[in-house]
């Protein structure tokens, strides 16, 4: 096995650092533009299995990475309880039917994910096949993140309907959280049974809410999903954007690491929950933008700031861009595996 993400992620020795990037698979890869052409569209990737099974292993095929990520989206949910989802060309995630009253909310089927979302796991099981010995992430997105496109429509600057909802109505709110958390529950779980050999939860807009708000609407139901997870014993990562300051507070909800955004110190990090979780990140995406001579500057920052110890994956703090050359991503996983080397020959002396 190549275990080297699976062991870091339970604070386990390493001999170098594991690497793996959000978004890995996507559109910055000619490869990946020439098969989502070949769907016609991104959700038809996402739901043609032998196709997403190819793209997850795209990056793979370039790339020493330590861990894929199954190709998908966290929108499918929503879109299997029939918001029907679409990607639109530099808009972004657009619904066709988002929530625009309680009403709604109350009628929402809460998915069946082995009948609705059954293309997912068939897609893991391909890329299990494939795979030999490199682990496979599953995820999905936060209750709250999945509410905050769904009661939007789309992407949004301040997501001020959903904040708006939350404050006007938090009965409705609350029921939306619920549906919810039972929907990705089952679908982490039928994920798992697929060969997913961790998950991870994106919520990705928890950092827009105040610190009681995001305790109440969001953290609490990732806390209800891993709970449920438990049973199954397999890792999780836990990643809030803009959540730097509550890493206390998330550390204690039962996931395995935490994902950092760049905006967090990941050494202040580490004094602060590393004795508990193991921390994944988080060079600003941006930086893959700029010159090898910067990133290997920018990595090794990461690196010595997380210093000597277990623990640590490392990631960007946020998703990989459309327009970064392949060749940086490549001289990062190098570099990263080559220069931590001697901080992992150090901590076993
Ligand atoms: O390689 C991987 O990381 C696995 C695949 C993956 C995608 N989306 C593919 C995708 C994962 C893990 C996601 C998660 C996701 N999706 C999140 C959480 C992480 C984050 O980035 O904050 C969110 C918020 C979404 C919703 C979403 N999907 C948005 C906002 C967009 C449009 C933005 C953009 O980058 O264009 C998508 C589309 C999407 N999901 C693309 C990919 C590769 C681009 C699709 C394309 O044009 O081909």
Known sequence: MKDRFLRALKKQPVDKTPIWLMRQAGRYLPEYRATREKAGNFLALCKTPELACEVTLQPLRRYDLDAAIIFSDILTIPDAMGLELSLVENVGPVFNNPIKNTHQIKQLDIVDPSDDLGYVAKAIKLVKKELNDTPLIGFAGSPWTLAAYMVEGGSSRDFAKVKKLSYNDPDSMHLLLQKLTVAVTSYLKMQIQAGADAVMLFDTWGGLLSQSDYVSLSLNYMEKILLSLEPLGIPTIVFTKGGGMWLEKISRIG????????????????????????????????????????????????????????????????????????????????????YSQQLHAQSSI
Do not use: C, R
């Open 255 to 338: 996931s395995t690491g935490i994902g950092l955004d760049w905006m967090t110190d990941i050494k202040v990090a580490k004094q602060i929950i590393g004795h508990k979780v193991a921390l994944q990140g988080n060079l600003d995406p941006t930086i893959m933008l700029t010159t090898k001579a910067i990133i290997e500057k920018e990595a090794k920052n990461i690196l010595d700031s997380y210093g000597i110890g277990n623990g640590h994956i490392f990631n960007l703090g946020h998703g990989i861009t459309p327009d970064v050359p392949p060749e940086n991503v490549k001289y990062l996983v190098d570099f990263v595996h080559s």
